[in-house]
């Protein structure tokens, strides 16, 4: 093999590699490629941030939120849902964007294994398919976690998140609901201290040419 040839390969395996760079650790997270931080490293079209040493996923609608784990294998991450404002039944991310809303232009999607419970509904969510009885895993949270205290005694509902609803958007909104939370692979009869709390979303990996 002549010299130039070599060198013509060397560059086209480097080239490959540094396409494929992961990112430096943010905090204790480790980011892997496809997630890119800055312009060097990973894909700019799977773009997550560090703030001070916390990765955070930007939403559609501009609200910031905590990466709490990536499993690059699986091509999922899973964001914390949105504190519920102090004293009141409202997520943080109401007035900011009317709960959590990813580009679809960008390669994210909410998963299938979200349980997605609104709060503080109104009763237009009688007339919907979602799960607002007594027994709906909402009123657990309700009733025994500090955090959903301002919105007991409200209309709550819950439903799984599949491919049948929009999986974009988790809505809340004047008329609907105004707070929610969500726990991901929630099982029926799991005890309120075994709930993962989450929102997992899944990516399509990079088209490889």
């Not at 990112?23 to 980011?31: L, N, R």
């Not at 004293?87 to 007035?95: A, E, I, K, R, W």
């Not at 294994?113 to 109104?122: D, E, F, G, K």
């Amino acid at each position: 093999m002549n010299t130039l040839l070599r060198m013509f390969l060397v560059l086209v395996l480097l080239s490959h590699v540094s396409a494929d760079k992961g990112c430096p650790k943010c905090g204790s997270i480790e980011v892997p490629y496809p997630l890119s931080t800055d312009d060097n490293c990973g894909d700019s079209m799977y773009r997550v941030y560090c703030n001070n040493g916390v990765l955070e996923f930007l939403s559609g609608g501009g609200f910031y939120y905590k990466v709490l784990s990536i499993n690059p294998t699986a091509y999922k991450l899973v964001i914390s849902p949105p504190p519920i404002q102090k004293y009141t039944c409202y997520s943080s991310d109401y007035t900011t964007s009317e709960g959590l809303r990813l580009d679809d232009n960008l390669p994210f999607n909410i998963s299938t294994h979200n349980t997605v419970m609104l709060l503080n509904c109104s009763n237009n969510l009688l007339r919907s398919p979602l799960n607002c009885s007594l027994s709906s895993f909402c009123r657990l949270f309700e009733d025994k976690v500090e955090e959903a205290s301002g919105c007991r005694n409200t209309l709550c509902c819950h439903y799984l998140k599949d491919s049948a609803m929009f999986s974009h958007m988790i809505r809340v909104r004047a008329g609907g609901c105004s707070a929610y939370t969500s726990v991901v692979d929630l099982k029926p009869g799991a005890s309120l201290d075994s709930w993962n709390y989450g929102i997992e979303l899944q990516w399509v990996p990079p088209n490889r040419k």
